[in-house]
């Protein structure tokens, strides 16, 4: 009796398949374990005491309900701009004494514009300052009203997001701006 050609990639799919089930199964546990909470691993976890930073291109109207959201998370609250052209830098500061609602508004300057390299490094001073502080970065993102147009804004906060994303020590969190046209 001879097998059909076809019936050799069921004979490899089938177990390749119950073996990956197996393994994600595995992991399930696992994952369980680790997070599974008794009154033996309870501790009570010690007061958080955080930084709130909102990083700011420029003052418009997205940027005051991430401030105010940032004023709710901690005393401690900054906002972080990164100096590119030194003519935008003094607009900034003149606008920021209107509109920046008391928050100090802290001004690093990049040669290179690059906003990346800077906002990480500044947010490494922070943690050496406040080594058991949560370090929170709170970016305004306005949402256009049609999905093309979320194409041409919001990347270098995409970027700074990647960036960011393997961080354990820092908390990036978005406050939406939603834009009627």
């Not at 049609?146 to 041409?152: N, P, Q, R």
Request: aromatic letters at 10%; charged letters at 20%.
């Amino acid at each position: 009796m001879t097998i059909p050609t076809g019936a050799y990639i069921v004979l490899l799919l089938i177990p390749s398949i119950v073996y990956v089930f197996h393994k994600i199964h595995q992991h399930y546990i696992t994952l369980g374990n680790q997070l599974r909470l008794t009154e033996e691993t309870f501790q009570e976890p010690p007061p958080v005491r955080s930084t709130a930073i909102v990083l700011t291109s420029s003052i418009h109207k997205g940027i005051l309900p991430a401030l105010q959201y940032a004023r709710t998370l901690s005393h401690d609250c900054r906002a972080l701009f990164i100096e590119i052209d030194p003519v935008e830098t003094a607009m900034i500061r003149e606008r920021w004494e209107k509109f920046g609602l008391g928050v100090p508004l802290v001004i690093l300057e990049s040669p290179y514009r690059s906003v990346i390299g800077p906002v990480i490094k500044y947010l490494e001073e922070v943690k050496k300052e406040r080594p058991n502080y949560v370090v929170t970065v709170v970016l305004p993102e306005f949402v256009p009203k049609k999905w093309w147009h979320k194409l041409l804004h919001n990347q270098s906060g995409l970027f700074l997001k990647i960036a960011l994303m393997l961080r354990r020590d820092i908390v990036f969190t978005n406050v939406r701006y939603y834009v009627e046209r």
